[in-house]
C-alpha cells in the first residue's frame, strides 16, 4: 500500500472512533462535553490477512493504541493461487469447517479490549475467524471487530462473531473496501480479453 492509501485508511480509522461509545463523567454532565471512550487496556489487535489490506489497518492500531499483536494463522496455509483459496473457503463455508489454528493466543485471559481483523469472504468472516474465536474465552471482554472488503460490506460477519463468541461485549465494527487482489484479476483479464484469439505476440 503506497503512502497516499495508507494515509487515507489512517483518516478512516480516526474517523471511526466518533462511531465509538461516550463516555461522560460526574463534573462534565454536558453531552457536549462528552469525550470519545478509549479502549480498556491491555489490548489485543489479533487478525488474519491474506493479500495486506487488513495488516496494515492492524499495524496502525498497534501503534495508536500501544497494543500487543497476534497474527492469526491457519496450522496449513491457504494455497497461493487466489482462485483455489476461494474454492477452499467456499468448502469450509457450506460444511461448517473450522480449520486448526497453527497458535493460539498466549495469556488471553489477560487482555480487556480484542480488536478482530479479517478480510469478507463469500460475504462472511474467513473460516480461521470461526475457529479463533471457538478456540478462545472472550468472555466478558470488549470485541471491537475490523475489515476490510471488496465492495459487498459486512455481509454476515457481524452475526457469525456474535454467534462464536456468545459472552464478550460486541463493539461496532470499523469496515473499508479494500480488494486489491479480485480487482487486479478482474482488470487483467479484462485487458486480456481485448486481444484476438490466438494472439501470440
Not at 487515507?8 to 462528552?34: I, N
Not at 493460539?104 to 478480510?119: C, E, Q, S
Request: hydrophobic share 40%; net charge positive.
Amino acid at each position: 500500500m503506497d503512502c497516499l492509501k495508507a494515509s487515507r485508511t489512517r483518516r478512516q480509522l480516526m474517523a471511526a472512533w466518533a462511531g465509538l461509545p461516550l463516555a461522560t463523567t460526574a463534573s462534565m454532565p454536558d453531552a457536549a462535553e462528552a469525550r470519545i471512550a478509549r479502549p480498556r487496556k491491555p489490548i489485543l489487535i489479533a487478525y488474519f490477512s491474506r493479500s495486506g489490506n487488513t495488516r496494515v489497518v492492524a499495524g496502525l492500531l498497534q501503534r495508536a493504541l500501544g497494543a500487543d499483536l497476534f497474527e492469526i494463522l491457519p496450522a496449513s496455509p491457504y494455497p497461493d493461487d487466489y482462485l483455489a483459496t476461494v474454492e477452499q473457503a467456499k468448502q469450509e463455508r457450506d460444511q461448517g469447517i473450522e480449520p486448526a489454528l497453527k497458535a493460539k493466543v498466549p495469556n488471553i485471559a489477560r487482555y480487556a479490549t480484542i480488536f478482530l481483523g479479517m478480510p469478507i469472504w463469500g460475504e462472511t468472516t474467513p473460516p480461521i475467524i470461526r475457529s479463533f474465536l471457538s478456540a478462545h474465552d472472550l468472555a466478558g471482554k470488549s470485541l471491537i471487530p475490523f475489515i476490510t472488503h471488496g465492495g459487498y460490506g459486512l455481509g454476515s460477519s457481524e452475526r457469525v462473531i456474535a454467534r462464536h463468541a456468545p459472552g464478550a461485549q460486541l463493539g461496532r465494527a470499523f469496515s473499508m473496501q479494500a480488494d486489491q487482489e479480485r480487482q487486479t484479476m478482474n482488470r487483467v483479464n479484462a485487458w486480456l480479453g481485448q486481444w484476438p484469439a490466438g494472439t501470440t505476440k
